[in-house]
């Protein structure tokens, strides 16, 4: 079969379904093992070949993600593995990553603590760009377990603590950061298909007012901070006022939107004692 009627078949199709056309070639591409540039270059691909494209296309038309049909996603410029037992790393949470290492060069910090990691793609990306000694924790002994498989993959040294929040933490660190569950446990049940069958309910249920592991990290990261410390938070879009307020007792830092104008990632200091 000609490569090219393919694609066209493919993105015709998913145009028709209101699904973004680019997903087609990333399917192909993933399918075929090659880098997405080299599709041009193909003329005919054999039966065989057109048949798994074909068994992945009608994944994506069931509506589910391209990097859950592969099982790995792209963060930070690096490769996860994902499973179900985690959240699929979000673009968005790039910011956070962002924020943190400015910090970190500012300010000199030198740890780190990645509260509720998942994948682990947080840790792994802060790891690997500002080399400090980072620990992450989450409560699924499953998600700590593929996170270590990418830490190595991604060649860096993490410490991983299986902790239902702060409650097997030790020590202290100059940086606390978290993407946790922020979702209302009403709100789930309205979420796109496409997160709410996909992504593990752990991984989104904030609790009645969406604001549960905010009230839990205000509350404990001044025992798990060095003087000076800071926290560094991903936030839902219509979060900021109530997160400002649970941080009442920090000094506040900065609010900074994603790339869709929202506020998504929000900065505190630790008041230092007058
Ligand atoms: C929104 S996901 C974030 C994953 C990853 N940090 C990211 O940004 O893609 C939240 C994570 O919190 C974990 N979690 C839920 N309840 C927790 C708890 N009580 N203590 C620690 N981690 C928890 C879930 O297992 C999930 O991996």
């Not at 078949?9 to 093992?33: H, M, P, W, Y």
């Not at 970190?104 to 780190?112: D, E, F, N, P, R």
């Not at 593929?146 to 991604?154: F, Q």
């Not at 993490?158 to 940086?175: H, V």
Request: hydrophobic residues 40%.
């Amino acid at each position: 079969m000609k490569l090219l009627d393919l694609r066209k078949q493919a993105k015709s199709r998913f145009r028709a379904l209101g699904i973004d056309e680019v997903d087609a070639d990333f399917i192909i591409a993933e399918t075929l093992n090659l880098p997405h540039t080299s599709l041009i270059m193909i003329d005919e691909i054999s039966t065989l070949d057109a048949k798994k494209i074909e068994k992945n296309l009608k994944k994506r038309e069931q509506r589910i993600p391209v990097n859950r049909i592969f099982n790995h996603a792209c963060f930070y410029g690096l490769d996860f593995k994902i499973n179900k037992n985690v959240l699929a790393p979000r673009q968005d949470s790039e910011i956070l990553v962002d924020e943190c290492l400015k910090l970190i060069k500012a300010k000199g910090l030198k740890s780190a603590l990645d509260v509720c990691t998942g994948s682990g793609c947080l840790a792994v990306a802060l790891a690997k760009n500002a080399g400090i000694s980072v620990c992450a924790s989450d409560i699924s002994q499953r998600a700590l377990s593929l996170a270590t498989v990418n830490a190595e993959s991604n060649a860096v040294k993490i410490n991983f603590i299986k902790s239902n929040m702060f409650s097997k933490i030790d020590g202290k660190f100059d940086l606390i950061l978290s993407n946790p569950p922020y979702i209302c446990s009403h709100e789930i049940a309205s979420l796109d298909d496409e997160v709410k069958f996909q992504d593990p309910l752990l991984a989104l249920d904030g609790g009645e007012d969406g604001l549960k592991f905010y009230k839990i990290i205000a509350k404990h990261a001044p025992k798990h901070l060095n003087k000076n410390g800071y926290v560094c938070l991903e936030i839902g879009a219509t979060q900021r006022e109530q997160v400002l307020r649970l941080f009442k007792d920090y000094d506040f830092v900065d609010c900074v939107k994603d790339y869709a104008g929202k506020d998504r990632v929000m900065i505190f200091k630790l008041r230092s004692e007058k």
